[in-house]
């Protein structure tokens, strides 16, 4: 007796391994497809070398040598500011009024 197509999907939809096995490996392919997009974006841009200050100057920024700026540098500029003597003053909030601004009457 021959099975028909029809016969056979039947057949085989019924078995666990086609059932839940099938759409494992086409999980596995497919993410390997998405992860080694990622990948490729992470490699892409690890490639990019560091601004130079030339390029900076185009755009009008300066920037400091890299030999200038060392962490013993930063620390001698940080230890010369009064930590000790300091008065906390409150930003205004984005929903209070501005003292500048004419304020208005709210209904």
């Given at each position: 007796t021959t099975m028909s197509l029809v016969d056979k999907l039947n057949y085989y939809s019924t078995?666990?391994?086609?059932?839940y096995?099938?759409?494992f490996l086409i999980m596995m392919?497919?993410?390997?497809?998405?992860l080694?997009?990622?990948?490729?974006?992470r490699y892409q841009y690890a490639k990019k070398?560091?601004?130079?200050p030339e390029e900076m100057k185009k755009y009008g920024v300066s920037m400091k040598n890299r030999k200038d700026v060392t962490l013993e540098s930063?620390?001698?500029?940080?230890k010369s500011v009064d930590i000790e003597n300091w008065e906390n003053k409150?930003?205004?909030r984005p929903w209070e009024e501005q003292e500048d601004q004419p304020t208005?009457?709210?209904h």
């Open positions: 078995r666990k391994s086609f059932k096995g099938i759409p392919v497919a993410g390997s497809f998405g080694q997009q990622f990948s490729n974006l070398q560091p601004v130079t930063e620390y001698d500029k940080v409150r930003g205004p208005t009457a709210k």
